[in-house]
């Protein structure tokens, strides 16, 4: 239905004017629902109560279950690309295909879900950007959600460099590099590099972990060293959690 709303927006808006419209995909969130014609993985838990759920026992069902859900999902972003290459405006509008979080599925930790560790599988995500014109190109390495509004907004006609608004970079950048990024949960904001991960806690009492990791998402040998190696960056990502804030008051 709210894609239903979507391209009926498309088709009521001003033709003179630009365009921006947004839309968030509940169906690859617990408990990852979907539609007969959509399954692709089986077998799959046909009934998900992630209160009461036997998580190590059903992982391999629950991981299909959410298997179908993201093929509704793709199913649904099909239609919006197909919609408006049918109205002409595919070529004159950049389109953005970005996961919020990972999902995990007991891989690395005891955990399902996300939000509860920095591994790769809770905080890697899929980022597509289709623009009008440009050449297909694949951007290895670190990336951030942060360099979105870096990237978008010299292609809508913005000048002045990127850090005056934004911590991100331009992904389309000839030099681009992210040496680093940075992600956080409820008590902790974790360095994510590509030789460690170190995750601080911020703002908490009580058994709040330190974690130090490799890249493999393992503990390291010697996480003092570790964390001697990255002060300068943890210095920097600290000074800039209140760059962009307003003094309360």
Known sequence: MNIDRLLGFLDRR??????????????????????????IAEP?????????????????????????????????????????????LLEDTIVIVLGDHGEEFMER????????????????TVAVIRIPGAKPRVISGITSHLDIPATLMPL???????????????????????????????????????????AFPINATGAVRMEVLDADDRPVDDPERAKS?????????????SRFSRPRG
Request: aromatic share 14%.
């Open 229 to 241: 190696e990255i002060r300068r960056e943890t210095v920097e990502m600290m000074n800039n959690l």
């Open 44 to 88: 799959y838990i046909d009934d998900f109560n992630y209160l009461s759920a036997d998580f190590k026992g059903q992982m391999s069902r629950i991981k299909n279950r959410y298997l179908n859900a993201a093929h509704h999902v793709d199913r649904q972003i099909g239609r919006v690309t197909a919609h408006l290459r049918e109205k002409g």
């Open 14 to 39: 001003d033709p003179g004017r630009p365009f921006m419209a947004y839309m968030f995909f509940e169906g690859t969130h617990a408990n990852y629902n979907f539609p007969p014609d959509c399954v």
């Open 109 to 124: 930790s005891e955990r399902w879900g996300h939000a509860a560790e920095f591994n790769r599988y809770q905080t890697g």
């Open 156 to 198: 809508l006609g913005v000048r002045n460099p990127p850090q005056d608004y934004s911590q991100g970079q331009d992904l389309l950048a000839p030099d681009f590099r992210r040496d680093y990024a940075v992600a956080a949960d409820w008590h902790r904001v974790a360095y994510i590099g590509e030789k460690y991960k170190v």
